[in-house]
T-cell receptor
Framework: AQTVTQSQPEMSVQEAETVTLSCTYD???????LFWYKQPPSRQMILVIR??????QNATENRFSVNFQKAAKSFSLKISDSQLGDAAMYFC??????????????FGQGTRLTINP | DAGVIQSPRHEVTEMGQEVTLRCKPI?????LFWYRQTMMRGLELLIY????????DSGMPEDRFSAKMPNASFSTLKIQPSEPRDSAVYFC?????????????FGPGTRLTVL
């Protein structure tokens, strides 16, 4: 079974600075998808960024980018120019690429990010 | 686009009572997921439907939990009888399963408190 580990329960960063959240995963599959979700106090789960394992290029979405190291099974999230609205729980998630039967997301434990003004 | 709709948003009930959570997926989506979030166990999948058929229910805790999807636009998660340890936030998510990345869109969640 696949597992996802986020080793940083809490992180904090000064507004406008850059912060990196860590995520490692364990799988025997060669093709899969990785995601970062944001959960603000409203508890709504919001997709931040996604990465297909077959793509070597790291995904970017505006101020958000990932460092995907397939051999090391590492998938970190970098937030540049941190804003107060970035404060939230961040979850790393894994999904198999099998078409049916394995569509579920496997989540890490989450990292609570605080932005200091 | 209304997004995934869940009701109720909050539910407080007493131990032993029946609880029914409801979900309306995004129109056109063919996969529906029920997740549970607790402090102890984090976010975990309870059950997953594809084209209204349950595909993976290995996360359903026990026989007290049941889920149905009578049509493409509605699903229920029922707990009978409820217990205090069922207190959690229950999320419904939906996706269009076309064999690709299939982003899952989450509803706002139902916070369940069992006294």
């Amino acid at each position: 079974a696949q597992t996802v580990t986020q080793s940083q329960p809490e992180m904090s960063v000064q507004e406008a600075e850059t912060v990196t959240l860590s995520c490692t995963y364990d799988t025997s599959e060669s093709d899969y998808y990785l995601f970062w979700y944001k959960q603000p106090p409203s508890r709504q789960m919001i997709l931040v960024i996604r990465q297909e394992a077959y793509k070597q290029q790291n995904a970017t979405e505006n101020r958000f980018s990932v460092n995907f190291q397939k051999a090391a099974k590492s998938f970190s999230l970098k937030i540049s120019d941190s804003q107060l609205g970035d404060a939230a729980m961040y979850f790393c998630a894994y999904r198999s690429s099998v078409i049916q039967g394995a569509q579920k997301l496997v989540f890490g434990q989450g990292t609570r990010l605080t932005i200091n003004p | 686009d209304a997004g995934v709709i869940q009701s109720p948003r909050h539910e407080v009930t007493e131990m032993g009572q029946e609880v029914t959570l409801r979900c309306k997926p995004i129109s056109g989506h063919n996969s529906l997921f029920w997740y549970r979030q607790t402090m102890m166990r984090g976010l975990e999948l309870l059950i997953y439907f594809n084209n209204n058929v349950p595909i993976d229910d290995s996360g359903m805790p026990e026989d007290r939990f049941s889920a149905k999807m009578p049509n493409a636009s509605f699903s229920t998660l029922k707990i009978q009888p409820s217990e205090p340890r069922d207190s959690a936030v229950y999320f419904c998510a939906s996706s269009l399963d076309f064999g690709g990345v299939n982003e899952q869109f989450f509803g706002p969640g139902t916070r369940l408190t069992v006294l």
